[in-house]
């Protein structure tokens, strides 16, 4: 599990440490620097080794790196407001540990005595990670003075055990609801295209005179009591979002630090409201939103409106291809003023020849295949496709 070798210079760092005592045995809880963590810290990667043709051997506990989401990561990191609360978790061998349990702290060392060097560790190979690779490997993009990072310590753990505390920990975790996520930027102060889109959300699904009305589930789960509900908050966020920026984290972090957001004239044509956005004009946002679909809703009253068994225009699938397709209709329609009305959308939406009950799961798929033919569809027979890429 640990290789080996002979190093010239030695490594050992003093942390603070506290023991605990839970069914599984003794373990530590510690405080290490994120520059430290990231020197003393190796992953095990589950593989396959084979060693001959008849056997095949698997090894290693860790899943690969994403190379996404440690992109993700390492600008997290770099916010204002970057928090890591929960535990990287960490296994030890015993004989580069010391635990001092007077002064509450653990001294780690690449060496088992001072005089051999024959049981020396690279400084990268002391901690074997059990949870928080992803962590670990995103802080190595941190560029700030302090990142102090807790850690649980396991010391001497057998293979199994390892197996057992990383199984278990990622099988316990539940993830969170993306719409309860965006709810929750509502009781942010700051500005960001989270709060702002989540606020145009609520508004269109408040107001009785909205063709979103009560059809958004805020915590992405359907109300007691209410049937009309066909999208989740999150859906409908996410697919507005990209309209007003293409960096969210880069956006929140600069409102967080009391400065704005670029306006790229390059991108115009891709985040057709980051204009208004940065402006702050977001009811104007959302007046072309309600203008858009308050015209889709009179174009196919039973489909939007009603919607019922196997009809998709209203569920996700529906109102992604709508929001794909509201882009070259704004572009084709902006030079009549900022707020398109619900009037210049409709003359756009009558050149589609499709009925209600056209939209249907047999003639578009579910899942991504079906909206995007759904988007061709609008595209062709709007004659917009002549003039626009597929977006």
């Known amino acids: 599990m640990k290789q080996q070798t002979i190093l010239t210079e030695k490594f050992e760092e003093s942390i603070p440490c506290l023991k605990l005592r839970q069914p599984i045995g003794d373990f530590f809880i510690a405080t290490i620097d994120a520059k430290t963590l990231c020197q003393i810290t190796y992953s095990d990667v589950r593989r396959m080794e084979q060693e001959d043709r008849q056997f095949e051997q698997y090894l290693g506990i860790q899943r690969p790196l994403s190379p996404t989401r440690v992109k993700e990561i390492g600008q997290y990191v770099n916010t204002v407001d970057a928090c890591f609360p929960t535990a990287i978790i960490l296994a030890i061998d015993g004989r580069y540990v010391e635990y001092i349990e007077s002064e509450n702290r653990m001294i780690l060392r690449n060496f088992t005595d001072e005089e051999s060097e024959n049981e020396n560790l690279e400084s990268t190979r002391i901690a074997q990670v059990l949870d928080g690779q992803h962590r670990i490997a995103g802080l190595q993009a941190y560029g700030g003075e302090q990142f102090d990072v807790n850690v649980s310590i396991f010391v001497d753990m057998d293979v199994e055990s390892q197996a057992y505390v990383f199984s278990t920990v990622n099988l316990a975790q539940t993830k969170v609801n993306k719409s309860l996520v965006y709810d929750l930027f509502e009781l942010s102060k700051a ?105 889709v809703a009179e174009r196919w009253p039973t489909a939007w409106l009603t919607g019922g068994e196997g009809l998709i225009l209203n569920k996700t699938n529906g109102f992604r291809a709508l929001m794909r397709f509201l882009k070259p209709v704004y572009l084709d329609l902006r030079w009549k003023g900022d707020i398109t009305s619900k009037a210049d959308f409709l003359t756009v939406l009558k050149k589609i020849d499709i009925h209600d009950d056209d939209f249907t799961v047999d003639r578009f798929n579910p899942g991504t295949s079906g909206e995007s033919n759904l988007f061709k569809t609008f595209m062709t027979q709007s004659g917009l496709d002549g003039n626009h890429k597929l977006f």
């Open 191 to 295: 500005r960001s295209p989270q709060k702002t889109c989540h606020q145009i959300a609520v508004a269109l699904n408040s107001y009785d005179k909205s063709p979103f009305y009560s059809k958004i589930k805020r915590l992405g789960t359907a109300t007691e009591g209410k049937f009309t509900e066909t999208l989740t908050q999150a859906t409908f966020v996410e697919a507005l979002i990209g309209y007003l920026t293409d960096d969210k984290v880069l956006d929140r972090d600069l409102y967080r630090r009391h400065k704005k957001p670029k306006l790229e004239e390059s991108k115009a044509d891709k985040l057709i409201f980051r204009s208004l956005f940065i402006q702050e004009r977001d009811l104007e946002i959302t007046d072309i939103i309600f203008n858009y679909f308050t015209a």
